[in-house]
């Protein structure tokens, strides 16, 4: 394995080295870098201008040489200047971070919903709802990214801010959502017809009592979840890790979940103290703790089914932290919207200017920062991902060790997750790495439209100066991280697939 | 196989060819060639039909109502000329018939209204829409014939040839499609529509490469290649003649796709201003100069963005459908 991942990766220096004199060499020749001086009235001053410029872009080393100027700067460590003397590391590095945030926000949602989602859509194949999933998932491919964020700025920005100053929602959209969302449960859980019309029933009465709630309390005024939601969404994670990792035909792991819910709401009592006003690190630490105590729960509980029941209580844990962190989040929600006047989705940029607030306020901000370009990023490769899992679960559901194991006489549940979800996620991996390259081209894009001064406006501005260094920096961060995934999708694939290693 | 199970199981002769027992049975049995069977399970994917005759109608409105090049078309405003408002510059189309309370199915002067100078945006978005289409089949025929050469020649030869043609594809796959094609088009869009194409055709052939070399791997050692390369044929005839049609599957599947991918492409560098260039435009750069009017003028921005979404979800059902027909296996339940 680890000669396997060294090869691969003096390959991938060598690519990424090829790549970067491609990018370079076509940057220089995009155009004339001298263009917005040919305006100036005086001529003696253009002059001047133009020799200083020539000097400090060594335009008078051919494109093919120069290259090669710019890459021993590099290998000293120095990115060099862009055209107007500005260092591109100063730029750089406030860069990467606004769109690291964007692109890895986008890429770890879509493969969650995606893949979840692709799964559900196989294991009902022809049903409606993956007829439905079907159109939505062709129809994302063929959105442009840019008219999606236009429109999400107008809808998901203005007009939802506007909404919140009155938050009522009115009766016939609560009646639509209450009829799509029983609708959506009933194609999701199937059976026969009496069960598809009891779950129809429950599910669009649940939604739409509870959207009437929250609409006639205010609730969207000043949201928040409060300890009894916190019980009930605490006892569904357990509940949900359990169905999903082992099924409840044993006793203890069905008990450590339980209980480790259980401590997860104890510890939400007296958790004022802590999480006044944390910080990352802290919160982090939390989050290794929650972890940690779930996996010693179920150690303790488990029994005989010690490992998966360390498994599920560990994600139960790490589910029920989640839920006291949003639930924190939401609490500070109505001292944001007082700062931001009432305007708490943001159309421009990273942060609110000169934001200052506790930890709550402005991972608020963030969040209201990064919703609406991260939901544009997302709806694309969502789509990918819906149906790449779906294909490849469909295949998996048809081979023969899928029959083998349902004839003797596992779950459906254990066939699903144990047998087909893991091989079917092998194809799924190599898309990752070429999902992450798309997801930074629309990143560019994004950007631009939500007036964010990331990278991806960085690499614009540089090609419209045809101004290279900029552009490469952006090039060795993008090409770079689509180079890691690439590797690290062909480990995953090494450690899913045995065969792989092998050749 | 149906010829198989109607045979009465009592045939005296079992070297009795195939129909032999439906001819006594009264049926008769057309035998179908492979391309009529994809022919027709193509023209019975109801998605793929839906796509395909919609792509025709905004393919024969784009280029027959405002004309192309010197040919004149049926709408009688240019889109370039300027006029006067009619209508503050809102679209006088209506869709609500009269009785219905609205004012009746009509096109009206100009029925997706003006821009701020009075251009007819109808003739903007058909222009814009004609340009578009172009670039996109352009992309879609440079990316299939240089993925599938690149693809063929590695595939055959093997050895040092598919070294340096897959090295060179995986340094392309490296760089973002969309960084590569800007790079690409910054140049290029200057010249003119079709050089833009070619540009970002140049740029997504990868894909396509990959998936025709795997195929060829398999097809170099199958019989009929080692047949004719015995009999002494040239390579270039092995490639062409006997291999690629044993790929064009995956080659008219990924050629379909290759023009969604594209139109795409195009539109998002145009509305950055990469591609088209004005005063020419395209459907994305009429997407870039109209979205601030969203809140004044809606129609300005929703009608071009409508017409990519059109264009590209049916190119997407019709390459969809092809997959289909050429690989039914991708479809078929088993339960």
Redesign the interface.
């Known amino acids: 394995m680890a000669v396997f991942i060294v090869r691969r990766l003096i390959?991938s220096v060598f690519?990424?080295l090829?790549?970067s004199y491609?990018?370079y060499v076509?940057?220089a020749?995009?155009?004339d870098p001298l263009q917005d001086l040919y305006g100036i009235q005086d001529e003696g001053d253009a002059q001047t201008q133009m020799d200083a410029r020539r000097r400090a872009m060594n335009l008078d080393v051919p494109v093919f040489l120069r290259y090669f100027l710019w890459l021993g700067d590099l290998l000293q460590g120095d990115l060099g200047q862009n055209k107007f003397g500005q260092s591109v590391s100063g730029i750089l590095g406030p860069a990467i971070w606004a769109t690291l945030q964007l692109v890895i926000a986008a890429t770890v949602l879509a493969i969650i919903l995606g893949v979840m989602i692709g799964i559900i859509s196989a294991l009902r194949?022809?049903s409606g709802f993956d007829y439905t999933l079907t159109f939505a998932a062709?129809?994302f491919?063929?959105?442009?990214?840019?008219?999606v964020a236009?429109?999400l700025k107008?809808f998901g920005a203005?007009e939802f801010n506007d909404w919140l100053r009155e938050p009522r929602i009115p009766l016939p959209i609560i009646v639509l959502v209450a009829l799509l969302a029983g609708l959506a449960w009933m194609a999701i859980i199937g059976g026969n017809r009496e069960r598809r019309v009891s779950t129809f029933a429950i599910a669009a009465v649940a939604t739409g009592g509870l959207l009437w709630a929250l609409s006639e309390t205010g609730w969207f005024e000043d949201p928040g979840l409060g300890f009894v939601a916190i019980v009930v969404l605490a006892l569904s994670a357990a509940l949900g890790s359990t169905l999903l990792i082992i099924g409840f035909r044993y006793r203890p792991p069905v008990i450590a979940t339980l209980s480790t819910a259980a401590v997860g709401c104890v510890f939400y009592l007296f958790s004022e103290p802590v999480l006044e006003d944390p910080s990352w690190p802290v919160i982090l630490l939390l989050a290794v703790i929650a972890v940690g105590v779930g996996l010693g729960i179920g150690y303790v509980v488990g029994g005989l089914q010690r490992r998966q029941a360390m498994a599920a209580s560990a994600l139960t844990a790490f589910l029920t932290g989640g839920v006291i962190f949003v639930d924190y989040m939401l609490q500070a929600y109505s001292g944001y919207y007082d700062i931001v006047r009432g305007r708490p989705v943001s159309t421009i940029g990273a942060a609110t200017p000169n934001f200052e607030g506790s930890f709550w306020e402005s991972s608020l901000d963030t969040a209201g920062h990064l919703i609406l370009p991260t939901l544009a990023l997302l709806l694309i490769s969502f789509a990918v991902y819906t149906r790449y899992t779906r294909?490849s679960m469909l295949e998996v559901m048809?081979q023969d060790y899928v029959r083998t194991a349902r004839s003797k006489g596992l779950t459906e549940r254990t066939v699903v997750t144990k047998h087909a979800f893991r091989n079917a996620l092998i194809p799924v991996t190599t898309l990752m790495a070429?999902d992450f390259?798309?997801v930074?081209?629309?990143a560019?894009?994004t950007e631009?439209v939500f007036g964010w001064k990331g990278m991806g406006q960085m690499?614009?501005d540089g090609?419209?100066e045809?101004d290279p260094p900029p552009?490469m920096a952006?090039?060795l961060v993008?090409?770079g991280s689509?180079?890691v995934f690439?590797m690290l999708a062909d480990i995953a694939y090494g450690y899913l697939d045995p065969r792989i290693r092998v050749s | 196989m149906s010829t198989e199970t109607n045979r009465p199981a009592t045939s005296e002769n079992a070297t009795d060819r195939p129909p032999s027992g439906d001819e006594a049975q009264g049926i008769t049995i057309a035998a179908r060639t492979q391309g009529q069977l994809i022919r027709r399970r193509f023209f019975r994917h109801r998605a793929a039909m839906g796509g395909m005759i919609t792509l025709l109608l905004v393919i024969v409105l784009a280029f027959t109502s405002i004309g192309f090049g010197p040919i004149p078309g049926w709408w009688d405003k240019s889109y370039l000329s300027t006029g006067s408002l009619v209508n503050d510059g809102d679209p006088t189309l209506s869709l609500v018939p009269a009785f219905l309370g609205g004012d009746g199915i009509r096109l009206g002067e100009h029925p997706f209204g003006q821009d701020d100078v009075g251009k007819d945006y109808f003739a903007l978005v058909m222009r814009g829409a004609q340009q578009s289409l172009i670039i996109a089949f352009v992309i879609g025929i440079v990316s299939t014939v240089v993925g599938a050469v690149v693809g063929a020649l590695a595939g055959y030869f093997r050895g040092r040839t598919e070294g340096v043609l897959m090295?060179l594809t995986?340094?392309?796959?490296?760089?973002?499609?969309?960084?590569?094609a800007?790079?690409?088009a910054?140049?290029a869009g200057r010249a003119g529509i079709v050089v833009l194409g070619v540009a970002i055709g140049l740029v997504i052939w990868t894909g396509l490469a990959r998936l025709v070399r795997g195929e060829f791997l398999a097809l170099r050692e199958k019989e009929f290649v080692e047949a004719a390369r015995a009999a002494g044929t040239k390579p270039s005839r092995i490639i062409f003649k006997h291999m690629m049609p044993n790929a064009i599957g995956v080659i008219i599947v990924s050629a379909t796709l290759a023009v969604?991918v594209g139109i795409?492409l195009e539109?998002?560098l145009s509305?950055?201003?990469?591609g088209v260039r004005p005063p020419d435009v395209s459907l994305?750069s009429l997407?870039?100069l109209y979205?601030t009017a969203?809140?004044t003028r809606p129609s300005l921005?929703w009608w071009p963005?409508i017409f990519?979404?059109i264009i590209?979800?049916s190119v997407?059902?019709i390459g969809?459908g092809l997959r289909d027909a050429f690989d039914p296996r991708?479809t078929r339940?088993?339960e």
Not at chain 2, 271 to 274: D, H, I, S
Request: hydrophobic fraction near 60%.
């Open positions: 390959i690519t990424l090829a790549a491609l990018v076509g940057t020749l995009s155009g194949q022809y062709f129809l491919y063929s959105l442009p990214v840019f008219w236009v429109m107008q203005i294909a048809n070429f390259g798309a930074i081209g629309g560019v894009i631009g690499f614009i090609l419209r045809v552009v952006f090039f993008a090409g689509v180079v690439n | 090295r995986d340094v392309v796959i490296s760089i973002p499609t969309l960084v590569f800007a790079i690409l910054a140049a969604a795409l539109t998002a509305y950055l201003g990469l994305g997407v870039s979205e969203m809140t921005f963005g990519i979404v590209a979800l997407n059902f969809d991708q339940v088993r």
